[in-house]
């Protein structure tokens, strides 16, 4: 986005600046209006802005777009996106645990836990990354009047572990968002994707926008002008028969990047829900293959991916700043048990 007053969150994330919502009407539903349908379930949003969203095309009855006076019909999956927040959601300060791995009077460095929301959205008014920081610090600036996200200048999932750098000041704000317009900044990922990786290293390209059939998920677009420009840089670290251990550098952020280009290249995210990769898609039809797969999916019970460095110049002294995390337990141990599995099969 060109104005600098507007959000410019480019890194990976599930959550976007439109609300989601996804019903199935239940077997016993009376016809119903769509938009008196939805008023059922979100009491929160006016009918107002569900109209708005049928006249945007942004109301879907079984993957098609419908208008306002569409009739709900029993077993009928209805989803919505919402083109503003469904309710002014107040900031409330929590004394959340963080990682604060680096602060001064500028900046602070999180190194945010997997299974943490990084702001406050649809299910998710409280126990934020953002709920946490206006607790722990003082007056953060937002970069966007209307919606109130403290010291936040990028995101990444939920599910996804690593660092976040969180602007203290207006300037700050001013100078890490424009090195993130700019594409200054370092950020490493690891991820471990399903499928031998033939080469050592790659780049995916792809223009990567909404799902055409489900808003829910993002898509990759190879030709046309549909989506956003995106580009994922990747390097083999470790391969472990049917998973390879991937270094990722993003050139662009967008929307689940990494998630969504390693699917297209299909390679996804080990135990990544949205994208496939909870299933076994690779390796061999026996039980204890099997066993063991599912005994990784509980280990690392989500997407396996980390945002392991993050990079950027100091918006007051314009010294380089590079931080590296640890790789979190979880990802470590599923790690290990994928190259202890690799080991033990090669010498049987």
Not at 298 to 324: V, Y
Request: with cysteine; aromatic share 8%; proline share 4%.
């Amino acid at each position: 986005m060109t104005d600098m007053s507007k959000p410019l969150f480019t890194e990976e994330s599930d959550e976007d600046w439109f609300e989601q919502y996804s019903f199935k009407a239940d077997k016993g539903q009376a016809p119903l209006r769509v938009d008196k349908f939805l008023m059922n379930f979100m009491p929160d949003t006016t009918r107002n802005k569900i109209q708005k969203a049928a006249d945007e095309g942004r109301i879907w009855a079984n993957e098609l777009v419908v208008k306002s006076n569409y009739k709900v019909k029993p077993g009928d999956e209805i989803k919505v996106v919402l083109s503003e927040p469904p309710r002014e959601v107040e900031i409330i300060a929590q004394d959340i645990p963080i990682d604060i791995v680096y602060e001064d009077e500028s900046v602070a460095v999180i190194n945010k836990a997997a299974g943490m929301v990084v702001h406050p959205g649809h299910g998710n008014y409280s126990g934020t990354l953002v709920n946490a920081l206006k607790y722990h610090f003082d007056n953060l600036p937002s970069m966007n009047a209307e919606l109130e996200r403290p010291g936040l200048v990028h995101r990444i999932d939920k599910d996804t572990s690593g660092l976040l750098v969180i602007a203290k000041t207006e300037q700050a704000m001013q100078s890490l968002t424009s090195q993130f317009k700019a594409r200054t900044t370092d950020r490493l990922y690891h991820a471990l994707v399903w499928g031998s990786i033939e080469e050592d290293e790659g780049t995916i390209e792809g223009n990567i926008g909404r799902h055409l059939k489900d808003r829910m998920l993002m898509d990759v677009f190879p030709h046309g002008e549909q989506g956003k420009h995106a580009v994922t840089h990747f390097r083999v670290i470790e391969r472990f028969q049917y998973v390879t251990l991937v270094e990722c550098k993003l050139e662009t952020g967008r929307t689940h990047q990494i998630r969504v280009h390693f699917q297209h290249i299909g390679h996804p995210l080990f135990n990544d829900e949205r994208y496939g990769g909870n299933k076994i898609l690779k390796g061999t039809t026996f039980t204890k293959y099997k066993q063991f797969v599912e005994n990784c999916f509980k280990i690392c019970s989500r997407q396996a991916l980390h945002a392991k460095t993050l990079g950027f110049d100091h918006p007051k002294t314009g010294e380089r700043m590079n931080f590296d995390s640890p790789v979190p337990e979880d990802l470590s141990e599923l790690i290990v048990k994928w190259r202890n599995y690799s080991k033990n099969s090669i010498s049987e």
